[in-house]
């Protein structure tokens, strides 16, 4: 259960304080909108731990009791609380319960980044794993039937695809793709749709092809005969992870994977931000 599900469920039971990140200078253990719920007896979500959590616990958790208290306030990272990031961190507190619990979802829902990974192999299962987690919305094309878990990963999207290209156009805009197919033949298919439509709409941000450094001459070969010229192919990524990790154990992959996709949210361009919000809030359109 994500930490959103489990503050909108525990305040069923019991009112809690928010403590949000509402702004920062320097260096800070998290960023503005990062958030932790108090409760009498227990606790959602992080602001960064250590001293300063601590004594938020301690401010929010006097809130609770009844206690007036400031709606902001300033804490310096610096020898005061054991700490010695440098920066400054202003937290927000605000007593909430059930009645909020939609004002909440719509304010405190992550930003997710659609993402489509074909291949329902080891790699895949892994990577859906890794995924799920994160600030993605994941959707999960494969075009055999009964490769997918049952259930599968919370907020992951399972569709069958046959042939497994034709996926490619009913993409969200902004899609970050992976293809890791069973079969190369299918692979190399769902490049050249790909391709395609960075042709003709050019909103995939990223497009990453499991396999060697031959496996993708071959298929540039191959994708030239298509009528693909090089500046199409450089928008493919292959191998793709974060170079330096050497490992071929699928968690391994997985987590290099995800780490390369993390390093592209950087830097996305404001559209494609706005176009993660909408998906926060809709997370699977139609």
């Known amino acids: 259960m994500t930490d959103l599900l489990l503050l909108l469920e525990s305040l069923k039971a019991a009112p809690a304080c928010l403590v949000t990140v509402e702004s920062t200078q320097g260096s800070a253990p998290r960023e503005v909108g990062a958030w932790m719920a108090v409760f009498a007896n227990s606790l959602v979500g992080t602001i960064g731990g250590g001293h300063i959590e601590h004594q938020a616990i301690a401010q ?4 609770l009791s009844g206690l007036a208290g400031a709606p902001r306030q300033r804490y310096a990272l610096g020898p005061a609380l054991g700490q010695c990031c440098g920066g400054v961190m202003h937290l927000g507190f605000e007593l909430v319960g059930a009645q909020h619990a939609q004002s ?9 980044y659609p993402v489509a990974l074909f291949g329902g192999g080891h790699v895949g299962h892994a990577l859906a794993r890794v995924l799920a987690p994160l600030p993605f919305a994941l959707t999960w094309i494969d075009s055999r039937d009964g490769v997918f878990p049952d259930p599968a990963p919370e907020g992951v999207r399972c569709e069958h695809s046959e042939p497994v290209q034709l996926a490619v156009p009913r993409l969200a805009p902004g899609s970050r793709v992976l293809i890791m197919s069973f079969s190369h033949a299918e692979d190399l298919d769902v490049v050249a749709a ?4 960075q042709r003709e709409q050019g909103d995939l941000p990223f497009i990453g092809l499991i396999g060697s450094k031959t496996k993708w001459a ?3 070969n191959r994708l030239q005969g298509r009528g693909f010229m090089p500046h199409d192919l450089a928008q493919v990524t292959c191998p793709i992870g974060v170079p330096g990790i050497h490992g071929k154990a699928p968690e391994v992959i997985a987590v290099a994977v995800a780490a390369q ?5 950087y830097a996305a361009p404001a559209l494609e931000k706005l176009q993660a919000s909408v998906t926060a809030m809709h997370p699977h359109p139609g």
């Open 60 to 63: 929010a958790r006097l809130r």
């Open 104 to 112: 909440l979802q719509q304010r405190l829902a992550p930003a997710l």
């Open 194 to 197: 790909c391709l395609r439509r």
């Open 218 to 220: 071959t298929f540039a």
């Open 261 to 265: 996709l993390l390093q592209t949210l």
